[in-house]
């Protein structure tokens, strides 16, 4: 059963979380989008903080024979709490609580379930690392239902600066992870969506398509950087940011054909499926 859950466990990682983020913005949801994606890079740094503060072990800490060394690979850092968990309760949860339908609530429990029992199954956390990490990943999912961040005036410049200021005075030796949450989270709260998402089937497969092309150009891109200058804390945040950047306002530019622009894109909240033919809003 292995290779079935590390197919299941690989549904939580970075470029999975990329895409879904990305769809979710420019295609049916840019102002929710963008509050999802302050929550998820809060979340990703609680978690990071919180894993490296406490320091705790994973199952085979102590005995690295109980796992191969492709499981292993999925299990970086310490044990508490969870990151598959706690991101894909955050993400999954996310849009789940923002969507308002019982299907998505069922899709998001689905997903949320299965990678966190993956990450039991490979042997790489403990039940409590998964639970906490899924109790966190679960208060982050009802702060991205109901949240409304600032998005303009001095508010939409400071903070983003301030998160860039804190990653370049992190020590050396500060595990990367905090670099990317940062940058992850000026970029997001700078990100302006403001653009509608394509109407018809074949807008939304160009701008699925072309949109992922052109984000994983510049992530694959930057990633390409030297290992000693690419994981510098400044450098790894404004990686991070950029890309958040060109995905929220480059693309939806490049692809203005298909995403035309309104006003300054409010986050969806639906209780109720609107009438056949229209958009949210």
Known sequence: MESFWLAVTNLGRDEVFIVVLALYTWLFNPGGGRTLGVVFAGSYLVNSALKYGLNLPRPFTNDPGLVSDTVRATGGGPGL???????????????????????????????????????????VHYPSDVIVGLLLGGLAALVAGR?????AGTWRWAVPLAALLVAAFL?????????TGLGLFAGFWYARPTFAPPRDIVGRLVVGGLGLLIVFAVFFGLGALPEAVKNIGLVRALRYAVLVVVAVEVVPAVLRRWMPRTALATPVRMAHPQPEGTLPR
């Open 81 to 123: 709490p969870s990151g598959h968990a706690q991101m894909s309760a955050t993400l999954w949860g996310g849009i789940a609580a923002q969507v308002r339908r019982p299907g998505m609530w069922v899709v998001a429990g689905v997903l949320i379930a299965l990678i966190a029992v993956s990450r039991l199954a490979l042997n």
């Open 147 to 151: 949240a409304a961040f600032v998005d």
């Open 171 to 179: 020590p050396s030796g500060t595990p990367r992870e905090y670099g």
